[in-house]
């Protein structure tokens, strides 16, 4: 990676910084992509092109816009691409610097071609690249019901939900999420937790669910079945695919998110925490 190295003045942490360095060099070249920081109108203009063909916005309702990058790269913060072989644009991360001052980074958003690890390199380049400027924590939001960024976020990169963020960002028009309430989950990165470093390394393994599970939330013949809540370790299930069930049965995909708000969001304002996300689709939660 081509970014200063902010850390050198602390062994410990330059040492993480360049083991995630290199950790990004493997996942970039396995996805056959290189990820940079992004400077020009033009880069940025492909960037809102990108995003338009992955959310199918409608004018004015794009999830960034040029303007907006040119602000956060010259003002320091994180505009990323990646690139194939070809040249093309096939990935791109946007990113802020957040609260508390000087520790933490907002990932805002980040898509890109599906099915060739190009999400999980971009991922390993923005921690890098928070490392390198001593930040310890990213953190992002995502759609609860959305299995396979719930597995991305939780079993491949470590990150933990930690709050429930009920209709967030309002009434949404793009083509995935029209129709449905934003509800979000507030994914945390800590980028030096165990979790986190395993996953980096490619050393994460689908988690053991703990022995007297509950489940809290099931799926029955495509439909959300509440069950009991009580229990230490409770397990919280999700539909099968919630972008295709939306415009083919909006009922069911409104009946998914009421269920995931009140069983998941329920136990995690009662100080309930997400542990780990099965292959098969739940959330693990356990109580304090």
């Given amino acids: 990676m081509s970014e200063p190295d902010h ?15 290199a950790q990004y060099e493997e996942a970039a070249r396995r996805a056959g992509v290189q990820v940079r920081e992004l400077r020009e109108i033009a880069e940025f203009e492909q960037v809102v092109e990108l995003f338009d063909g992955i959310w199918t916005t409608e004018p004015g309702h794009a999830p960034t816009n040029v303007e907006l990058m040119i602000a956060f790269s010259h003002s320091g913060n994180y505009v990323s691409g990646a690139f194939g ?25 980040t898509g890109c071609a599906r099915g060739r690890g190009i ?58 999420n029209a129709g449905d309430e934003s509800d979000r989950l507030l994914a945390v990165w800590r980028l030096g937790d165990p979790e986190a470093e395993a996953a980096c390394a490619g050393a994460a393994r689908p988690p053991a669910v703990p022995a007297g599970a509950v489940v809290a939330l099931a799926e029955q013949d495509g439909r959300p079945v509440e069950g009991r809540v009580e229990g230490r370790v409770l397990l919280i299930g999700t539909p099968r695919d919630v972008e295709t069930l939306r415009p083919r049965d909006p009922a069911t995909a409104k009946a998914w998110r009421h269920a995931v708000r009140r069983v998941l969001g329920g136990l995690l304002g009662e100080g309930a925490r997400v542990t780990g996300f099965t292959a098969d689709g739940h959330y693990i939660v356990e109580r304090p």
């Fill in 7 to 21: 850390s050198a003045a602390l062994p410990g942490a330059r040492r993480r910084h360049e083991t995630a360095a």
């Fill in 85 to 109: 072989d070809g040249g093309d644009l096939v990935g791109a991360s946007i990113g802020f610097f957040a609260a508390p001052s000087g520790t933490a980074l907002h990932s805002h958003v």
């Fill in 119 to 176: 999400g999980y390199a971009l991922k390993l380049h923005q921690r890098a690249w928070a490392l390198s400027r001593g930040l310890g924590v990213i953190t992002w939001t995502y759609d609860p019901l959305v299995r396979r960024n719930a597995y991305f976020n939780i079993a491949k990169l470590g990150a933990r939900p930690r709050r429930y963020l009920p209709s967030f960002y309002g009434a949404m028009e793009d083509a995935i």
